[in-house]
């Protein structure tokens, strides 16, 4: 099968080892172009908008608007062609827009690769790759080209994404590996060998363009609410019916008389205001550096329950400082900053300090690198750190060995080895490599509990001279090499908690969400960190992965409370975890930057992975990437998920509580058998759904986050609640109704009209005018009243949603044109009302303001009255 277009370069066995020059990585990427995947053919603007205007409840109105036709009414047919167009052209607009974002998002992930380039090692970005690069890659990295290792230390890749299977397939030298694969366990360098469109992954994803992701719940629920409000609309429209036919009309009038109705009710513009909305919170959270990897999850986000958080680098600054080590021949504190070479040393036993350092450094990949005028950490924080202390301990100096064989870190095994010429050097947790070393001295242990109480992180580190020659040991194992090892020294880490930590966390508690601590660090380390930041709950718990509960529900019962610990945390432990507390009715967030943390990250309600410091593999699995690392971005990132949630319960109740004052002249009508003339015709309610819904409801969808969000409990419940159809359909609805018929009332008998009697077109007119001014002005109140669910707009402030403001001067807008305007208004049936009818219309905002203040502050007491009982 061909994997592109063009075929990669020839390239021999040996071809590339030492890497290219930056000269000749430029010439051939004028050559074979950037290492992207080919675009898949996008479908056409007009393709797509064509599909918002035939989708289902759209061909229910162009079939409307054909039988309207049919039967005479050519404004009604015209009007339900404005109200598909409007409908449909907006939903595309918003579709594109959210569309846009997401790629913009998707730009802000980390998109770099190491490479061997000029004889030095520096960072690319992947897009910048060309065959004959050598690639650098540690566990965790996502294959970023079709590469064949030239060389590989404990290597097993994850092909699933390619063939299916899910257990990972070792790798060794001058094996191929596929781009977008990842490597599980090892450390390796890889000659690329076809970028970009000649890659097998681009093979595959031209056969794989097409498919489409399944709905998610929030759409269908979306869908649900949707389909019935369209069912009670036709429901009603088919009440009408009857209605008409009984008290006279005739059946082909009746029959467009219901049509009208349906095509009224039915909310066309309800899911694609939801889509901006989530679009627009998504934007929000990247503003504040977190990255929504689906829209949906930002809807999640808002109902998170209980947050498993990782402390390096979330709670830490990942700052890395080694401050201590420990030898049989003294301790050796060292005070400095940052990565570089000076620091302030004390203790007799610096040369055995620097015996630690220099074999903790050989097992190490870090370095501290001088940028500019300042030292800064090159690869992992940690080993950057053990670079700093050797240069410290040397001022500067000596070298560590070259690198005959590496046994990789991984994460059960907690510790890395490698072999330079004939000694091996270990580091790595203690009590993965103590065992190895015979019988250390009590006072090792003394000194890794005194560490980790003080929250400092503990590494290990050992030797071994073996026997025979360097050539003997390239091809034994692990198990025959790290063994009968002689312990050197503890070194002690220090990670400063970040400064806003503590309130970040009272926030969080504040919101209801319970936080606990999974890491693979030692309890103690753990422990002292969790009550430094103020983590720590009451009881003081902190349990080892190793202690956990086999029974599910044991285990959930453990885990289920507030500042729990639970360190040296394996990834099959988290997994456990998240499921556990799940099976409690919670809604878990979980971080994560390992590369096997991403069965734990999938299984998680939203799974949050580390854009800074963790791996491709996390990153791919999660819904939440924090371009900070920082804890405080996913509170933040919660907030926003409130706010958004919210939102859509505003422009929902908003949506229907127009419904509702639409309905009721209808209603009022039909009650009494067609005597009381109809205060609304079916054009001025869809010139209402163009003139007044529209931007209103976008406006509520772009809502900011109130200042107590965060100051309650989850939200646990449904979109379409009781809470909200109490609202709509006893208060605010009703009220909205009441001054639309109260104004249309007042003109009519004003002008001395009684029942029974003929009436006057133009009184008619007049009074019809004063309804929908009452509606539209009764909409304005309604927007400003839908923004808090507990507190009146002047509490509020009236200009703190300047895009409300533009919405509602559109509306006013509107207003004047569809009243004032005369031909608009003939056709539209209506007439502007007289000062009588303007005063009831007016009266609307007041009355529907002080109504839900009313049923606002009726709802307080009846919370209060529940908290003191």
Aim: charged letters at 20%.
């Amino acid at each position: 099968m061909s994997l592109g277009n063009q075929p990669p370069a020839p390239l021999s066995e040996t071809a590339g080892t030492e890497g290219l020059s930056s000269h000749a990585a430029a010439k051939l990427l004028e050559t074979v172009g950037p290492n992207v995947l080919p675009r898949a053919k996008k479908v056409s603007q007009w393709r797509k908008l064509l599909g918002e205007l035939t989708h289902f409840f759209a061909l229910m109105l162009w079939a409307a608007a054909v039988l309207a036709y049919i039967g005479g009414l050519p404004q009604l047919c015209v009007a339900i062609v404005i109200v598909v167009i409007v409908n449909g052209v907006f939903a595309h607009i918003q579709q594109e827009r959210a569309q846009h974002a997401a790629e913009r998002l998707q730009g802000l992930l980390p998109a770099e690769v190491t490479v061997r380039r000029d004889g030095k090692i520096q960072s690319v970005h992947a897009s910048e790759l060309v065959p004959g690069d050598v690639v650098i890659l540690a566990a965790g990295d996502k294959l970023p080209a079709d590469i064949r290792f030239i060389s590989a230390s404990g290597c097993t890749v994850d092909e699933s994404m390619l063939t299916g299977e899910s257990v990972a397939v070792p790798k060794t030298t001058k094996d191929t590996a596929w781009g977008g694969t990842f490597l599980v366990n090892g450390e390796a360098e890889g000659l690329v060998v076809a970028t970009g469109g000649n890659t097998k992954l681009a093979a595959i994803a031209a056969l794989t363009s097409g498919t489409k992701s399944p709905p998610t719940p929030l759409t269908l629920e979306l869908r649900r609410i949707v389909r019935l409000v369209a069912l009670v609309a036709l429901t009603v429209a088919g009440l009408f019916f009857i209605v008409s036919l009984l008290v006279g009309i005739v059946w082909r009038d009746a029959f467009l008389f219901a049509i009208g109705v349906a095509v009224a009710l039915i909310p066309e513009g309800l899911l694609p205001t939801v889509t901006l909305s989530l679009a627009m919170g998504a934007q929000r959270m990247a503003d504040r550096h977190a990255l929504v990897r689906n829209l949906e999850a930002v809807e999640t986000l808002g109902s998170t329950t209980f947050i498993c958080t990782d402390k390096t680098g979330t709670l830490t600054q990942n700052r890395m400082n080694a401050v201590e080590v420990f030898t049989t021949a003294g301790t050796v504190t060292i005070a400095g900053e940052g990565y570089g070479p000076d620091a302030r040393i004390e203790g007799e036993a610096k040369d055995a300090a620097l015996g630690v350092a220099l074999a903790a450094r050989t097992a190490s990949q870090g370095r501290a690198v001088l940028q500019g005028d300042a030292w800064a950490a090159q690869g992992d924080p940690m080993e950057a750190a053990i670079d700093a202390l050797a240069r410290r301990l040397t001022s500067g100096g000596r070298e560590s060995g070259a690198v005959n064989r590496r046994f990789a870190f991984d994460a059960d095994r907690r510790r890395e080895s490698v072999i330079s010429g004939t000694t091996l050097c270990m580091k790595g947790a203690p009590e993965s490599v103590l065992p190895l070393c015979g019988d250390p001295a009590t006072s090792f242990t003394q000194a890794l509990e005194a560490m980790a109480s003080r929250g400092l992180r503990v590494i290990a580190v050992a030797r071994r001279e073996l026997p025979g020659m360097a050539t003997d040991w390239l091809h034994r194992s692990a198990e025959d090499a790290e063994q009968n090892l002689q312990i050197l020294g503890l070194i002690g880490l220090h990670d400063p908690p970040r400064s806003d930590v503590q309130s970040v966390l009272k926030a969080a508690r504040g919101a209801g969400i319970r936080i606990a601590m999974i890491t693979g660090d030692h309890p103690s380390t753990a422990g002292a960190i969790a009550r430094e930041v103020g983590l720590m709950g009451p009881d003081n718990l902190v349990v080892q992965g190793s202690e956990l509960p086999e029974d599910e529900q044991i285990l959930g019962a453990l885990l289920d409370r507030d500042g729990i610990v639970v360190s040296r945390v394996s990834p099959e432990q988290k997994l456990r975890v998240a499921k556990a507390l799940q099976m409690r009715g919670h809604v878990v967030a979980m971080t994560g930057d390992g590369v096997n943390d991403g069965p734990a990250l999938r299984q998680a309600d939203i799974g949050v992975a580390m854009g800074l410091s963790g791996t491709d593999v996390a990153r791919e699995a999660a819904d939440l990437v924090l371009l900070d690392d920082h804890f405080a971005t996913i509170v933040a990132a919660i907030e926003q998920g409130r706010a958004t949630y919210s939102n859509i319960h505003r422009f929902l109740t908003y949506h229907l509580t127009d419904n509702v004052a639409e309905l009721a002249p209808f209603v009022i009508w039909a009650l009494s058998g067609g005597q009381f003339p109809l205060a609304l015709g079916v054009l001025q309610i869809l010139a209402l759904d163009i003139g007044t819904d529209l931007l209103p409801a976008l406006a509520l969808g772009a809502e900011p986050p109130g200042k107590r969000v965060l100051n309650r409990p989850p939200e646990k419940r449904h979109l379409l609640d009781r809470r909200l159809m109490f609202r709509v359909f006893a208060v605010m609805g009703p009220t909205e109704a009441l001054f639309a018929m109260a104004a249309f009332s007042t003109i009519l008998f004003g002008s001395g009209w009684a029942r029974g009697e003929p009436l006057d077109p133009g009184v008619l007119m007049s009074a019809s005018g004063g309804a929908f001014a009452a509606v539209v002005l009764g909409q304005l109140a309604t927007a400003f009243a839908c923004r808090s669910a507990t507190a009146p707009p002047w509490k509020q402030g009236w200009l703190t949603n300047r895009l409300l403001l533009w919405a509602v001067a559109a509306e006013l807008v509107a207003l004047a044109v569809f009243v004032f305007v005369r031909p608009v208004a003939e056709l539209l049936g209506q007439a502007p009302p007289n000062a009588v009818g303007w005063l009831v219309a007016f009266l609307a905002i007041p009355g529907v303001l002080g109504v839900d203040w009313l049923y606002k502050r009726l709802r307080q007491r009846q919370a209060t009255t529940l908290e003191e009982s």
